[in-house]
């Protein structure tokens, strides 16, 4: 897999405590994965906010439709 070095600016405390909890070695996979879960977060937001527009446009979801596809959902 190819990847890309950045250089980034951390507050100092905030650095202390990544590499009190992941040491020196696990750092990168550790932003990684930190910025692959901010990424997710900002999408999520994005998606819901997206949900509460269609609401605002066309009412809310009624709560017997709801019910019908929870059933539906594999447990």
């Known amino acids: 897999m190819a990847v890309r070095k950045w250089s980034v600016s951390i507050e100092e405390e905030?650095?202390?405590?990544?590499?009190?909890?992941?040491?020196?070695?696990?750092?990168?996979?550790?932003v990684a994965r930190a910025v692959?879960?901010?990424?997710?977060?900002?999408a999520l937001t994005a998606y819901l906010d997206a949900l509460d527009a269609l609401d605002d446009e066309h009412g809310a979801t009624p709560a017997e439709l709801v019910e019908q596809y929870d059933a539906l959902w594999p447990s």
């Open 14 to 30: 905030l650095a202390s405590r990544v590499e009190a909890h992941v040491g020196d070695r696990a750092l990168s996979g550790f």
């Open 36 to 42: 692959d879960h901010e990424l997710e977060r900002d």
